[in-house]
């Protein structure tokens, strides 16, 4: 009988283990830590109203360099989007439905966060002029 050379087998992975050292952390004792007080951050919202864009923008410009001589955070002019009213009337009274009139109204709007005011911006901003037709909505976020 011949002999016959037998083949080494082939490595699996099954049969292949690593050997890797676990990696052992020395971990401090945990320090207990205290919440520190919350830092609200307050926030002036002007919201500016107007018929005129204008003399809305010459008011928005205004404000802006009024808070920006108190150097203060000004985020913002944020331009809302434009309301717009409209009516239709007949021309004349009584008869003639055909012939009508159209008109609207457009209010144009921004929006300005002033972060973190302090007093003198406050003050700074409640005794300036605005032209007429200018509306303005100051709220404390």
């Not at 009139?101 to 144009?108: A, L």
């Not at 007429?132 to 976020?141: A, H, L, N």
């Given at each position: 009988?011949?002999?016959?050379?037998?083949k080494?087998?082939?490595?699996?992975?099954?049969?292949?283990?690593?050997t890797?050292a676990p990696?052992?952390?020395?971990?401090?004792?945990?320090?207990?830590?205290?919440?520190?007080?919350?830092?609200?951050?307050?926030?002036?919202?002007?919201?500016?109203r107007?018929y005129?864009h204008?003399?809305?923008?010459?008011?928005?410009?205004?404000?802006?360099?009024t808070?920006?001589?108190?150097?203060?955070?000004?985020?913002?002019?944020?331009?809302?989007?434009?309301?717009?009213?409209?009516?239709t009337?007949?021309r004349s009274?009584?008869?003639?439905k055909d012939?009508r009139?159209?008109?609207?109204?457009?209010?144009?709007k921004?929006?300005?966060d002033?972060?973190?005011?302090?007093?003198?911006?406050?003050?700074?901003?409640?005794?300036?002029n605005?032209p007429?037709?200018?509306?303005?909505?100051?709220?404390?976020?």
């Open positions: 009988m011949p002999a016959t050379a037998t080494p087998k082939k490595a699996t992975k099954r049969a292949v283990k690593k890797v990696v052992v952390k020395k971990t401090a004792p945990k320090k207990k830590v205290t919440p520190a007080a919350p830092i609200t951050e307050h926030k002036l919202r002007i919201r500016i107007a005129e204008k003399i809305l923008d010459l008011s928005v410009k205004q404000i802006m360099d808070a920006a001589r108190f150097d203060a955070i000004i985020v913002g002019p944020v331009p809302l989007p434009t309301e717009i009213k409209r009516w009337v007949n009274t009584f008869v003639h012939a009139e159209q008109f609207e109204m457009r209010i144009h921004r929006l300005i002033i972060m973190n005011p302090s007093p003198k911006v406050i003050e700074a901003l409640t005794n300036l605005l007429s037709g200018v509306t303005i909505d100051v709220k404390m976020v």
